[in-house]
């Protein structure tokens, strides 16, 4: 087959990488630089990110917190059928704000990574408008203006999924690029389209895509709770907080089970899903033994057909999740292994084979 250089949103493009000249398929070097605007995209990310992690240290660990109530007190005040377990939830956002870290660290350092198409086209302006928009959601939070907060904790789901759905469409893009020049499709995130640059094809996607699929999934999480907040805050019957609650579980599970069993290049996605089934673990462990609110707003029935969908639906994620990748992985394998032998099983009979 000849070998020919398709522009990509591949792993990370090294500086001076050689590219095609599509006039005359003759090789050339190029050198990137980043322009100012670039640099001041990098910059901003970076002063959004502290931002949001100093408010999210304020408002967890200190004991004054913001307007002098903490994390744990607030969720305490807002107790709901879809409140989480608080160890579980400072561990997920634990584990967002280091890979949001890394994500910042690497898109300033890493000369590689400042041009490259998923930061500058996909993730563009969209992560620091999150992360207004994220602080401001705190700050409504603490002060109790719960439809405030609601606003701007839509507007952080909002802007991820805008930035997923930007880095989706450079990889349909690039999927085409693909297709029409008959070579490999690009299954991963990072993968090239080269067998011999197949090497290490996840380093765009750990590093670009991957922590804002940890993000959304846990911001949608917290979606159906926060409007739980809201509508308990104005007395709302308990049968309709329980109907919104199973609800909000339905269509997370939907929306898990779409995106896991999806069938497009660069499916199935993992992480979103996932993220959301821990969600549901940790509802389950809270209404293992709910505090004095919950008893004294709900019948022990309804805690109970909480506890149970919770727990049906993190299982089913979990196995779908697990099931989707191995059916992957064995599909991968057997693609891989009848394009290196093409001439194998087909030239055999079926008892044979």
Known sequence: MRDECVDLPTDFPAKGD???????????KSVTTSSPLKKLMHALNLFGYIIVLATYLIATYSNAGIKGVNDSELLDKHMTLLT???????????????????FVV?????PRCRDHILLVEGIGPMYILACVAQVIWY????????????????????????LLARQYQIFR??????????????????????????????????????????YAGWIASLIPLMLSIVLASFNVDATILVW???????????????????????APSYSTPLVIAYFFCGVRVELEAPNDDIFAMYDEAYINLMKNVSAIAAVMLLATAVSRFIA?????????????????LDGLDYVQA
């Not at 608080?86 to 870290?101: A, E, H, N, P, R």
Request: aromatic share 12%; glycine share 10%.
């Open 244 to 266: 919104v609650a199973v609800m909000g579980v339905a269509l997370l599970t939907g929306l898990s089970m779409g995106l896991i069993l999806r069938k497009e290049h660069g």
């Open 106 to 110: 690497a898109q300033l350092l890493l």
């Open 139 to 162: 700050a409504t939070f603490a002060y109790g203006l719960l439809i405030t907060s609601f606003v701007f904790l839509f507007g952080v789901f909002v802007c991820v999924v805008g």
């Open 84 to 102: 989480p377990n608080y160890k579980s939830t400072k561990l997920i956002w634990g584990v967002i704000f280091f890979t949001q870290g890394v």
């Open 173 to 214: 893009k690039a999927e085409k690029k693909v297709s029409s020049h008959n070579t490999y499709d690009m299954v991963v995130p990072g993968t090239s389209i080269h067998k011999e640059d197949e090497e290490n094809p996840y380093d765009g996607y750990f590093l670009l895509r991957l922590p804002f699929g940890i």
């Open 328 to 344: 992957v992985y064995l599909r991968d394998r057997c693609t891989k292994k009848k394009e290196d032998d093409p001439t194998g």
């Open 18 to 28: 050689i590219k095609c000249d599509s006039s005359n398929n003759t090789k050339k």
